[in-house]
């Protein structure tokens, strides 16, 4: 309710609009998110600031950015219950990264996985924002003194810096930024790749075959299910020897809310075959409501416009005081 909104705990979490969401992104972080919006006072972000390390065509970032603002209302976050934004109309979070970013070490970035791993696949012209981006997502979170982050495990190594941040900030100064924790599901934090179960899923993958959009339809979903690479088993078990079954038993299991154990029975003595055409339908019918609903709002953008306005002043709020605190703080003069 919001009249005790400040009684809440806070959360931050954000997605970028890099490209369509996938089922990783949706049980990594989104499905909890809504789970969460009436016992915490939460933010939720697209952050397209953070989607621009990776070249982006101009036309396509709106188009991403309102589609995902779009899948978070249709997925259930309420806009009278959250506050929904896009990370560029907030300056405070830009102006805080600046700040952070002088006391974050060289070595602690250069350690970062998912840099090393974009650098690695010999891009070029690497950017200095790909590198210093975890310092933005930490003034994402501290900004609003975020006291638990919502993520996928992806996320973890990034979200230590912003503890590891915050502690150093408020030892070098005075007590300032909360200390963050993160919420990391215990099943469906880390979906991998239907084909290739040792990658994680993800929405910039080049093969289609290997996600599940949110937005795809119900032939496409069961088609892509069909080929998801299994193994020559042929048993319907938990295991780390079957790292397609598995990861799709952990999907089937998240959208079912049916345990391991039922799962495993259900199929005990039954092939791929079936198990794959109903996780197909279970996910095509969990997600058709979804896809439903997105269509409305993208129909219907002065609505969309309105909350994602009411959301920035919402949250420009909140970040203006955290950022004047800090500001003062490390020794600039008040205008
Ligand atoms: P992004 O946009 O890559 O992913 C959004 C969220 O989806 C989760 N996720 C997954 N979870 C399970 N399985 C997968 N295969 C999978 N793929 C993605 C991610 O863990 C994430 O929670 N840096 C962040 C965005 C960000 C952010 C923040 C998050 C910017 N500032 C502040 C939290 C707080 C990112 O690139 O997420």
């Known amino acids: 309710m919001a009249e ?10 954000g997605i970028q609009p890099s490209g369509a969401l996938t089922i990783g992104n949706y049980l990594g972080s989104l499905k909890n998110w809504v789970e969460l919006q009436d016992e915490y006072n939460c933010y939720y972000c697209v952050v397209d600031q953070h989607a621009i390390t990776v070249p982006q065509e101009p036309k396509m970032l709106r188009k991403n950015t309102l589609e995902i603002l779009a ?6 976050l309420d806009p009278e219950k959250c506050t929904l934004f896009i990370q560029s109309h907030v300056p405070a979070h830009a102006q805080l990264s600046w700040v952070l970013s002088t006391m974050t070490y060289m070595g602690q970035l250069n350690r970062m996985t998912q840099f090393k791993e974009k650098s690695q696949k010999g891009e070029g012209n690497l950017n200095a924002g790909l590198f210093t981006y975890p310092v933005l997502m930490a003034a994402d979170i501290l900004l609003y003194n975020a006291d638990l982050v919502p993520v996928g495990e992806d996320q973890k190594q990034h979200l230590e810096l912003a503890r590891d941040l915050a502690d150093r900030f408020n030892s070098r100064y ?11 599901p215990k099943l469906g934090a880390r979906i991998m790749s239907l084909q290739e179960p040792e990658k994680k899923m993800s929405k910039s993958a ?7 959009l949110i937005l795809d339809d119900e032939a496409t ?18 295991t780390d020897e079957q790292p397609g079954i598995k990861n799709l038993i952990t999907i089937y299991s998240s959208f079912s809310n049916m345990s391991i154990e039922e799962i495993e029975k259900k199929y005990e ?8 055409e109903d996780i197909g339908q ?12 997105v269509e409305y709002y993208l129909d219907n953008k002065d609505e969309l416009e309105r909350i994602y306005r009411e ?9 203006r005081r955290v950022l004047s605190k800090v500001y003062r703080k490390v020794g600039f003069i008040q205008r």
């Open 4 to 13: 005790n909104m400040d009684e809440k705990k806070i959360i931050f979490s």
């Open 71 to 76: 899948v978070y209302l249709a997925a259930g």
């Open 174 to 184: 005075s007590d300032t930024f909360t200390v963050p924790d993160g919420y990391i």
């Open 206 to 212: 080049e093969d289609p075959n290997s996600y599940i």
């Open 221 to 238: 979903i069961k088609r892509k299910f069909k080929r998801a690479v299994t193994d020559s088993i042929g048993i319907v078990k938990y």
């Open 269 to 276: 003595g039954k092939g791929y075959g079936e198990f794959k």
């Open 282 to 293: 279970l996910v095509a019918d969990s997600l058709a409501p979804i896809r439903e609903k």
């Open 311 to 319: 959301g920035a002043q919402k949250a420009e709020k909140a970040s």
